[in-house]
C-alpha cells in the first residue's frame, strides 16, 4: 500500500514512516510539496493530511486534492491535535495510538474484508 503523510512537522512525518514501515510510505513537509508530489505521481492508496501547516489549511489542502484528483478523495485522512477540521473526511486525532492508525489504513485496503463495513 502507498501512502502519502503531509504534515510539516518532520517528526510526524518520521513517526509515521517508521510505524507505517510495512508500506511504500511517502512524506510531504508542506501543502505546495504535496501538489508537486501529486502532480508528478497520484497514485496513492492513502493519505494522512495535517489540518494546520505554516503553508497551508489542511482543510483546504484537502478540498483542492480531491477536486483535482477525484479518486484520491475516499483516500484522505486529517490529523489533528486539537481544531476540528469539520467536513466528512475522516480525523485521526494526535497523539494517535499504533491501533488508530492501523484502523484507518485498513479501510483504505482493497483486499481488507473488514474495509468493506
Not at 500500500?1 to 518520521?14: G, K, N, P, Q
Not at 514501515?21 to 492508496?45: I, K, M, P, T, W
Not at 483546504?60 to 484528483?69: D, G, T, V, Y
Not at 485522512?77 to 488508530?100: I, T, Y
Amino acid at each position: 500500500m502507498r501512502i502519502l503523510v503531509i504534515d510539516d512537522e518532520a517528526l510526524i512525518v518520521r513517526t509515521l514512516t517508521r510505524l507505517l514501515r510495512h508500506h511504500d510510505v511517502v512524506g510531504a513537509h508542506s501543502g505546495q510539496a504535496a501538489l508537486s508530489l501529486l502532480r508528478e505521481d497520484n497514485h496513492f492508496d492513502g493519505i494522512f493530511c495535517d489540518v494546520r501547516m505554516p503553508d497551508a489549511n489542511g482543510v483546504e489542502l484537502a478540498a483542492e486534492i480531491s477536486e483535482r484528483w477525484p479518486h484520491l478523495r475516499s483516500k484522505i485522512c486529517m490529523c489533528s491535535g486539537s481544531e476540528s477540521h469539520g467536513g466528512d473526511l475522516p480525523r485521526l486525532d494526535k497523539p494517535f495510538s499504533r491501533d488508530a492508525l492501523e484502523d484507518q489504513v485498513s479501510r483504505w485496503d482493497p483486499d481488507d474484508e473488514e474495509a468493506e463495513r
